[in-house]
């Protein structure tokens, strides 16, 4: 049996975060990394230029990262590398670009005391959009991916049209097929509230983190997507800005220059670049599914139980005191005692094994200490 292709629609997204301070850190004790790191995020728009007609990103910015970028005081130190203003002025061009809303700190949301998701999704878009001059925004990005259904009420509440999760945990209510599991958006209903899920393929989002051909990938694509009814929405999300295949400066070998000049100049009549609100307004939702509760993987973990970020006795430990400090900031709840506990709940200083640990506690150590003396 032979079927006509459909025209293969792609959802590029990618993750940008880096801890409050972190770049400033970077900048004293290892200046090339910071330096690789400016230069992945200001690579792209100007990678998207050369193809403006078709090439389109869905970007979800971290608060702390936003802030970094723009902080008069950044800016001004590293001027010489990239012009920060510059950078987040390209970023509100919405014909290439879509923003994402996220956590402010980038927490693993359902890690997390419930009253500081809320908190961690207001003041992520209070600076988003400050500085993406916009008052909407379709799509969410869970950081680390980290899903539970429970948080389908919070994310509408906020307005949210569709979330992005990893197909690892997505299982059907409505019977469908692989191909319609993995290449239709769907509905998840959580109470009386429902959202359309957004599925992230793994297999070729690992092949977008660590490198590939653009034939490759052209191929791959469309011998996953031959049996769809529909055209299909694939969409593949990794991190923009960590490792050598984002960060790589050379002509050719980095995933801007290595990968998507190829394939917006040889397979973008195959493989079309979509925003994915464009793709629902064209072609709606497939059916009901329900998403386990898990993250994206990451490295040798495999995103289930969020055993990244709750494996070692230290990082558990640390989760248990931030929803006893929660408890005591909410009873009376202040700017500069609830500051530091959201940002306590960074991701990073649970990922690293133990070694970001005691940044954590440092930062409820500055919670409790506003709590007592204010």
Same mark, same amino acid.
């Given at each position: 049996? @032979?079927?006509?292709?459909?025209?293969? %629609? %792609?959802?590029?997204?990618?993750?940008?975060?880096?801890?409050?301070?972190?770049?400033?850190?970077?900048?004293?004790?290892?200046?090339?990394?910071?330096?690789?790191?400016?230069?992945?995020?200001?690579?792209?728009?100007?990678?998207?230029?050369?193809?403006?007609?078709?090439?389109?990103?869905?970007?979800?910015?971290?608060?702390?990262?936003?802030?970094?970028?723009?902080?008069?005081?950044?800016?001004?130190?590293?001027?010489?590398?990239?012009?920060?203003?510059?950078?987040?002025?390209?970023?509100?061009?919405?014909?290439?670009?879509?923003?994402?809303?996220?956590?402010?700190?980038?927490?693993?949301?359902?890690?997390?005391?419930?009253?500081?998701?809320?908190?961690?999704?207001?003041?992520?878009?209070?600076?988003?959009?400050?500085?993406?001059?916009?008052?909407?925004?379709?799509?969410?990005?869970?950081?680390?991916?980290?899903?539970?259904?429970?948080?389908?009420?919070?994310?509408?509440?906020?307005?949210?049209?569709?979330?992005?999760?990893?197909?690892?945990?997505?299982?059907?209510? @409505?019977?469908?097929?692989?191909?319609?599991?993995?290449? &239709?958006?769907?509905?998840?209903?959580?109470?009386?509230?429902?959202?359309?899920?957004?599925?992230?393929?793994?297999?070729?989002?690992?092949?977008?983190?660590?490198?590939?051909?653009?034939?490759?990938?052209?191929?791959?694509?469309?011998?996953?997507?031959?049996?769809?009814?529909?055209?299909?929405?694939?969409?593949?999300? @990794?991190?923009?800005?960590?490792?050598?295949?984002?960060?790589?400066?050379?002509?050719?070998?980095?995933?801007?220059?290595?990968?998507?000049?190829?394939?917006?100049?040889?397979?973008?009549?195959?493989? &079309?670049?979509?925003?994915?609100?464009?793709?629902?307004?064209?072609?709606?939702? %497939?059916?009901?599914?329900?998403?386990?509760?898990?993250?994206?993987?990451?490295?040798?973990?495999?995103?289930?139980?969020?055993?990244?970020?709750?494996?070692?006795?230290?990082?558990?430990?640390?989760?248990?005191?931030?929803?006893?400090?929660?408890?005591?900031?909410?009873?009376?709840?202040?700017?500069?005692?609830?500051?530091?506990?959201?940002?306590?709940?960074?991701?990073?200083?649970?990922?690293?094994?133990?070694?970001?640990?005691?940044?954590?506690?440092?930062?409820?150590?500055?919670?409790?200490?506003?709590?007592?003396?204010?």
């Amino acid at each position: 049996m @032979t079927r006509v292709p459909h025209e293969i %629609h %792609h959802a590029l997204v990618l993750n940008l975060h880096q801890p409050a301070g972190n770049l400033d850190e970077l900048l004293d004790q290892d200046s090339w990394e910071a330096t690789e790191i400016l230069y992945a995020l200001d690579r792209i728009p100007r990678a998207l230029w050369r193809h403006e007609e078709r090439a389109r990103v869905h970007l979800a910015l971290s608060g702390t990262l936003l802030e970094t970028l723009s902080s008069p005081g950044f800016q001004e130190r590293v001027y010489g590398i990239v012009d920060c203003g510059s950078l987040l002025w390209y970023l509100q061009n919405t014909r290439i670009v879509r923003p994402l809303g996220t956590g402010y700190y980038h927490p693993v949301l359902p890690l997390i005391p419930e009253a500081d998701r809320a908190e961690q999704l207001a003041r992520w878009r209070g600076i988003g959009e400050h500085l993406f001059a916009r008052t909407t925004f379709a799509g969410f990005w869970p950081p680390e991916m980290a899903f539970s259904m429970e948080l389908i009420p919070l994310l509408r509440r906020f307005g949210y049209r569709y979330v992005l999760v990893d197909s690892e945990h997505v299982e059907p209510v @409505t019977p469908m097929s692989w191909e319609q599991l993995r290449y &239709r958006p769907h509905v998840a209903r959580y109470g009386g509230d429902e959202i359309v899920v957004v599925v992230r393929d793994r297999e070729l989002s690992d092949a977008q983190e660590s490198g590939m051909d653009a034939g490759w990938f052209a191929r791959e694509v469309q011998e996953r997507t031959r049996w769809c009814d529909t055209p299909p929405l694939l969409t593949t999300a @990794t991190d923009g800005d960590n490792g050598g295949w984002f960060r790589d400066t050379s002509a050719g070998a980095n995933f801007w220059s290595g990968f998507h000049d190829d394939l917006m100049t040889g397979f973008a009549d195959r493989i &079309r670049p979509a925003f994915v609100e464009d793709y629902l307004d064209a072609y709606g939702t %497939h059916g009901e599914v329900t998403v386990r509760t898990g993250a994206w993987n990451t490295g040798w973990h495999h995103g289930t139980g969020f055993t990244q970020w709750t494996g070692s006795q230290a990082q558990r430990d640390a989760l248990d005191r931030v929803g006893r400090v929660s408890a005591l900031v909410h009873a009376a709840p202040r700017e500069d005692s609830l500051w530091p506990l959201l940002r306590a709940q960074t991701s990073c200083h649970l990922y690293w094994g133990e070694a970001w640990v005691p940044r954590c506690h440092e930062d409820l150590d500055r919670a409790e200490r506003a709590v007592y003396t204010g």
